[in-house]
């Protein structure tokens, strides 16, 4: 079945560390987006990526990095700079329309719920 | 630079009654996407509906339709004869090459 996998579900992080959540898909798309939601609140952008070995930042990109080095490939890095990591993460991806269109709709992982502990 | 209003923070509906939810969009780019997400208690966000921005006919799928005015920049998205599972946050997107959401709109439908 074609989708996007995010893993884990679940990760307890302690202060300090660094943690990399996971992101693939296998449906072929050029784009690839990563998400924060906090409770009660909208979806704040991350990063994203339209190709493969570049990304973009998003709307909160400070103490976040990424790679893309695989078209289906786009981890996520939550580094002992984030200051209020415990959120939901969401990891989505979409294919490219057309350069005045751009991407069509985006599809959604189940989520990474992480904890600093 | 892009951005989405949802004005409407929370509704809450008796079942088979209609729900309305606005969206008022902004973006300096004159061909673009417009889209509604749906988001179940489980957490996992899920694609509903999609409207081009050189298309401005309404349509009807299902329980689900869509006013959309590019004149206002507006995208208003209705479900009828709501049911209980319906019950979720929705949300308002935009893209071109980055994709925007609004702040979600919380729909309780009461049986």
């Known amino acids: 079945d074609g989708g996007i996998t995010q893993s884990p579900k679940y990760l307890f992080r302690k202060e300090g560390q660094n943690v990399t959540l996971s992101c693939e898909q296998n449906?072929?798309?050029?784009?690839m987006y990563w998400y924060r939601q906090d409770p009660g609140q909208g979806l704040r952008l991350i990063y994203y990526?339209?190709?493969?070995?570049?990304?973009q930042k998003g709307d909160i990109a400070e103490g976040y990095s990424v790679s893309r080095e695989k078209k289906e490939s786009f981890p996520l890095t939550v580094t002992s700079a984030q200051k209020n990591p415990t959120a939901f993460y969401l990891c989505?991806?979409?294919?490219?329309?057309?350069?005045?269109?751009?991407?069509?709709?985006?599809?959604f992982g189940q989520g990474t719920r992480l904890t600093v502990v | 630079a892009q951005k989405v209003t949802q004005a409407q923070t929370e509704i809450s509906v008796v079942e088979k009654e209609d729900v309305t939810l606005d969206c008022v969009y902004e973006?300096?780019?004159?061909?673009?996407?417009l889209f509604w997400y749906k988001q179940p208690p489980s957490g996992e966000l899920v694609f509903l509906i999609r409207?081009?921005?050189?298309?401005?006919q309404n349509e009807i799928s299902g329980r689900y339709s869509w006013n959309f005015q590019k004149s206002t920049s507006s995208f208003n998205f209705t479900i009828t004869a709501s049911q209980v599972v319906d019950s979720a946050v929705y949300f308002c997107?935009?893209?071109?090459?980055?994709?925007?959401f609004g702040a979600g709109t919380t729909v309780t439908v009461r049986a």
């Open positions: 449906l072929n798309h050029d784009a």
């Open positions: 409207r081009n921005s050189f298309d401005e």
């Open positions: 997107a935009l893209s071109d090459y980055k994709l925007s």
């Open positions: 989505a991806s979409s294919k490219f329309r057309d350069r005045e269109l751009g991407n069509t709709e985006a599809f």
């Open positions: 973006t300096r780019d004159t061909t673009y996407y």
């Open positions: 990526s339209q190709i493969v070995n570049d990304f």
